[in-house]
């Protein structure tokens, strides 16, 4: 899919001068984080019990947040900054005389890349254990696609022609550039999290160019033979064309005059592997054991070795893997609600009402209250953690047990899942 780079924005002015630290609530459970704290550090065999536990709150308008590092990293429009977690402590803040639009950390823990400005939008990477800025340069028309690998990968130009660029994260050299079509498809879906040694660009005419992440070498190349056009709502009409990579396979699905094709290829070499015909159109996803197609009316699983229908459910418009044997499930309704599936039969194993998947967790909201469950090692089902009250869970992050979440009230909170 193409990338896109949401700016979280509040609505809230920003404050007339930073504060010495951001408010810290509530005082009790951060008394609390750092009783058990101090706690591992005497017996080193006592944990905490499960459960869910506010460490740390800020009243501040926030304008990104991300976890990382056993640590908050945190902007408003005036300042980043970040906080040792469990305890909340501040590590460091740095001020910026632009406004800070988003931030990112890669998963080494060890850059924050900061966006800052309007119309001259500027980037600069600062040493996540320290705040010391590393490198900045002004980014105008400039999106950036992931951060991760020991790179800065971003995406400049829009009308007509579009590059690709690599820039070293601690540096801030440029490694190296590569033409694509803007309007075209880049994947996998891990590129934007950093975690793709490759990345998959196919142009509007089908012309397929698959780079090394860490050079950009041409690993693989070749033609699908198309005009690639794909909705921006995900729709799927009467001629469509959807090109998914899922793991090192491409998948081309199309409906064409009322004809509907799905192609594996493989990606290094650009393959075809199987193909079949009056089947599934949509887009593809990685289900564990089947493979899913979905174009939000219908979901149907295909065999990922030939393409085969397993099932097919009308009553779910997407779905994709939880575990390694169920899969979450949107269903299609306007208001939507989810559930738990069955990968091999899509039978509903455990119906969730409104709720969302992050990662391992399920947030599952109710009226004011969100409830935050896990699975449970011992049975294998969904253990409730705790709840939350007036937060925008579609916000939330997780990391390394931890959850974060703004407030319908103003705050941004961490707790502490287990």
């Known amino acids: 899919m193409v990338a896109e780079v949401p700016l979280i924005d509040l609505d809230r002015p920003p404050p007339g001068g930073e504060t010495t630290g951001a408010a810290l609530r509530p005082r009790r459970a951060r008394v609390l984080a750092v009783l058990v704290v101090a706690l591992l550090a005497l017996g080193g065999s006592v944990v905490p019990p499960p459960g869910l536990t506010p460490v740390l709150s800020v009243s501040e308008p926030v304008t990104a947040v991300e976890l990382g590092a056993g640590s908050l990293f945190l902007s408003t429009p005036t300042f980043v900054r970040r906080y040792d977690l469990p ?187 199987w193909r079949t015909e009056g089947g599934p159109v949509g887009i593809v996803s990685d289900c564990g054991a089947v493979l899913c197609v979905a174009d939000t009316r219908w979901v149907t699983a295909v065999d990922p070795a030939g393409g085969g229908v397993r099932w097919e459910q009308p009553s779910w418009g997407i779905a994709y893997r939880y575990d390694a044997g169920r899969l979450f499930a949107y269903d299609n309704q306007e208001d939507a609600k989810a559930a738990l599936i069955d990968a091999g039969t899509g039978r509903v194993l455990h119906p969730l009402g409104h709720s969302r998947q992050l990662g391992r967790l399920i947030l599952r909201t109710e009226g004011i209250r969100t409830w935050v469950s896990i699975p449970d090692e011992a049975t294998g089902d969904l253990r409730t953690a705790g709840s939350m009250t007036h937060v925008a869970s579609f916000r939330c992050q997780q990391d390394g047990g931890y959850l974060v979440c703004p407030t319908l009230t103003g705050d941004t909170t961490v707790w502490r899942v287990s």
């Not at 992931?146 to 801030?172: C, E, F, H, P, Y």
């Not at 005059?257 to 290094?268: D, E, I, P």
């Open 87 to 273: 305890a909340g402590d501040t590590r460091w803040t740095r001020p910026f005389d632009q406004a800070v639009q988003t931030l990112w950390t890669d998963d080494a823990g060890r850059i924050v890349l900061v966006l800052s400005g309007a119309e001259q939008q500027r980037l600069t990477a600062l040493d996540a254990a320290s705040g010391r800025q590393l490198w900045f340069q002004d980014s105008p028309d400039t999106a950036v696609l992931a951060l991760g690998r020991g790179g800065v990968l971003t995406q400049s130009g829009v009308n007509g022609t579009s590059a690709l660029r690599l820039i070293d994260s601690v540096t801030g050299r440029t490694v190296w550039t590569r033409e694509v079509e803007p309007a075209g498809f880049l994947g996998p879906d891990e590129l934007y999290h950093g975690g793709s040694s490759w990345i998959v660009a196919v142009g509007n005419s089908g012309d397929v160019v698959v780079l090394s992440y860490a050079d950009g070498s041409v690993l693989s190349r070749g033609d699908l033979g198309l005009i690639y056009e794909q909705g921006g709502d995900r729709s799927v009409p009467a001629n469509a064309t959807s090109v998914s990579v899922v793991g090192d396979r491409l998948y081309l699905s199309r409906r064409v005059r009322g004809r509907a094709s799905l192609t594996a290829y493989s990606v290094r070499p650009l393959t075809a592997l």
